[in-house]
C-alpha cells in the first residue's frame, strides 16, 4: 500500500458494535456518523472519532446480525477486527463497498492464474503476480507477463473458494468463472489476510447477483449445452436434432431469460454469465 494517505470517500451512514472483546452486543444500536475512508484506514466521526486502520481488519463480512436492529438494516458491511465487531452502512451503500474495495485492493500484487480453464479444458499456467484495480464495473488486473485481464463484475458465472499452497505459502485461492470475447474462462486468484476477505467478499457478492434460477426443459438445457461447447449458433439445429423455427423458439425464449444475448444477427447469441452457470451445472450433472 502506498505510503501517501489519500481520501477515497467521505459519506453520511450510521455504525453498529456488534462485538466488543469477544462478547456480542445484543442490546447494540445504530449511531448516526460520518464515514471517512482512505486507502490506510476508515474513520467512523460522531461526537468521537472510532479510527480502523484497514491494515487490522482481519476479515469481512456482508451480515453479522446481532439483533433485531442490525437485522432490520438491508445492506451494510462488517468489519472484524481482533475481537470486535462493526457493522457500517452508508447513505450509497453499493458506492461505499466499492470505494472499500478501492481502498484495499487498489496497486495491492496478488498471484493470479490466467486463464487457468478456458472453455472447459484446464490450461497449462503458471501463477503470476498481478496488479489489482477496481472499478465500478471490474476487478482489472496488470500481470507481470504483460497481460491486461478484466473481470466484469456483471459476468461472473460462478465462484469457488479454497485454500490451497500458492509461492511457498498457504492462501486463499478465488477460483472465478467470467468470459473473454464470448468463451468461458476461469481465473484464479490468490492473496491472504485483507486482499483475500476482499476478494472473496467482492466477487461472491457479484456471482449471487449474476445467479441463475431458470427452469429449462431438456432440449432448452442441451442448446445451451452446445454453445457452452462452441457450437455456432448456426449449427444448433442440426447439433441438437431440432428444426430451424424450433430453435429460434429457444433462442426467443433463452433472451428473454437473459442466459443468451444477441451479439451481431438475430441468430448469433452467446452465453451470459447466468447460462453459463446453467452449463456448468449441467457439466457436474453428467
Not at 502506498?2 to 470517500?9: H, N
Not at 452486543?25 to 475512508?37: E, G, H, Q, S
Not at 466477487?203 to 457452452?228: C, G, K, P, Y
Request: with cysteine.
Amino acid at each position: 500500500m502506498s505510503d501517501t494517505e489519500r481520501k477515497i470517500a467521505d459519506t453520511r451512514g450510521q455504525y453498529l458494535l456488534a462485538v466488543q472483546g469477544g462478547q456480542r452486543l445484543t442490546d447494540a444500536d445504530w449511531r448516526d456518523c460520518r464515514i471517512v475512508l482512505t486507502n490506510q484506514r476508515i474513520a467512523l466521526i460522531e461526537e468521537e472519532k472510532r479510527q480502523i486502520p484497514l491494515s487490522g481488519i482481519d476479515r469481512i463480512a456482508d451480515r453479522f446480525d446481532v439483533n433485531q436492529k442490525s437485522a432490520s438494516v438491508a445492506d451494510y458491511l462488517a468489519l472484524h477486527v481482533e475481537e470486535d465487531v462493526l457493522l457500517v452502512s452508508a447513505a450509497d451503500q453499493d458506492g461505499f463497498e466499492t470505494d472499500f474495495y478501492r481502498a484495499a485492493l487498489d496497486e495491492e500484487v496478488i498471484f493470479v492464474r490466467h486463464p487457468a480453464i478456458e472453455g472447459g479444458v484446464v490450461q497449462d499456467t503458471e501463477w503470476t503476480k498481478g496488479r489489482v484495480k477496481v472499478t465500478d464495473r471490474a476487478l482489472r488486473l496488470a500481470l507481470a507477463d504483460g497481460q491486461a485481464v478484466a473481470v466484469e463484475r456483471a459476468d461472473i458465472g460462478s465462484l469457488t473458494v479454497e485454500e490451497r499452497t500458492v509461492s511457498g505459502a498457504e492462501r486463499t485461492v478465488v477460483e472465478v468463472e467470467h468470459s473473454e470475447d464470448g468463451v468461458s474462462v476461469e481465473t484464479h486468484l490468490a492473496g491472504e489476510g485483507l486482499h483475500a476477505t476482499v476478494l472473496e467478499v467482492m466477487l461472491a457478492e457479484s456471482a449471487e447477483r449474476n445467479r441463475a434460477d431458470l427452469d429449462l426443459s431438456n432440449t432448452e438445457q442441451r442448446v445451451i449445452m452446445a454453445l457452452h461447447s462452441g457450437v455456432s449458433p448456426f449449427d444448433v439445429p442440426e447439433f441438437v436434432g431440432i428444426d430451424v423455427d424450433r430453435t429460434e423458439e429457444i433462442f426467443d425464449r433463452l433472451i428473454e431469460l437473459d442466459a443468451i444475448s444477441v451479439v451481431r444477427e438475430r441468430t448469433e447469441v452467446q452465453l451470459t454469465s447466468k447460462g453459463r452457470r446453467v452449463a456448468g451445472q449441467g457439466v457436474g450433472e453428467r
